[in-house]
């Protein structure tokens, strides 16, 4: 097992411990799709995406193995199946979701099944967001929304009509440590938030669009200068993630930052396999393309200091 622990100063340590944190990142290996399960203080959990569709039941088995029974919150970037197709599923298997949020403009999804899977999971409690919002969650956990529908705070949230580029984004804050979720956000919306400087020197990035070329700009990971950045990526065929040109604007950012990805890319029997790679395999989650098991986890202590652990097979929790 190797542990990454950052606080002020750098390092890679290579051991095993349990560590005691206050919060807790999971990013869990879904493949070609993207969900976060964060646990916060006084055990409060909160999940980003749930994955594509027949994910949902790898999700709740990670989730009960860290113990939780209740998603209290629901973030759901935007409406692509690969982030929102699993939630009927993991509410389907015992796992109650609590209140939802989403971009809201929901009106031209309605009557498509995935939709009316998610919407049926959560519609009781569901809520739309806008960039300045904040979503209350835990004890000193800030979830701060600086994206929504393709503007940041003081724009209209009329949406762009680019799905990806509509994602919802938020910082999590807590005691000096900080992480920016984007969802698939792209070059038109990183280019708002790096242009106002709205997010700036982050403690952890999850790398927008799954690692796509078309994300991560140059510009914006000169603002948000993470320690760390975790990709979210499938191991072969579909769209070749992450790319070779965004690991090297990544890797080129000063101070370089420590990159994971969930996945291995099997780069063999694919359109566009050159296009892809990967990081060294000490920092991959799930090195074989026939399974899908595997998180990377962040565990933040109340000092602000943090360890990224790779986890295989989900555990041990």
Known sequence: MNILK????????????TVNADLNFYHLDVNQSDSTLIVGPTGKSLMIDTGENGYGDE?????????????????????????????????????????AYDRGHRNHLVGKQTFDNYLNAVEDDLT?????????????????????????????????????DDSVAVVISYKGFSAFYGG??????????????VVMNVSVYQANHHGADNGSSSAFLDDLKPKVI???NGDHKGHAHPRKSALR????????????????????????????????????????????????????KDDGSFTVTVERDYGPY
């Open 59 to 99: 999700i709740c088995e990670a989730v009960k193995k860290v113990g939780i029974s209740t998603i209290d919150i629901l973030i759901t970037t935007h409406y692509h199946k690969d982030h929102y197709g699993g939630v009927d599923e993991l509410a389907n298997c015992g796992i109650t979701i609590g209140k």
């Open 128 to 164: 739309a967001v806008k960039a300045g919002d904040t979503i209350p969650f835990d004890t000193d956990v800030i979830i701060k929304v600086v994206a929504a529908n393709g503007h940041i705070e003081g724009e209209s949230n009329t949406p762009t009509g680019e799905e990806n």
């Open 230 to 232: 975790i990709i979210s």
């Open 6 to 17: 950052l606080s002020s100063v750098m390092s890679l340590v290579f051991f095993s411990v």
């Open 249 to 300: 604007r990544m890797q080129d950012t000063i101070p370089a930052p420590v990159i994971f990805q969930t996945n291995k890319f099997a780069s063999e029997g694919c359109n566009r396999c050159d296009l892809a790679g990967n990081v060294d395999d000490e920092f991959i989650a799930d090195l074989d393309p026939d399974d899908s098991n595997g998180s990377i986890v962040v565990s933040v």
């Open 184 to 197: 698939d956000l792209e070059l038109h919306t990183e280019n708002k938030l790096s242009s106002a400087d």
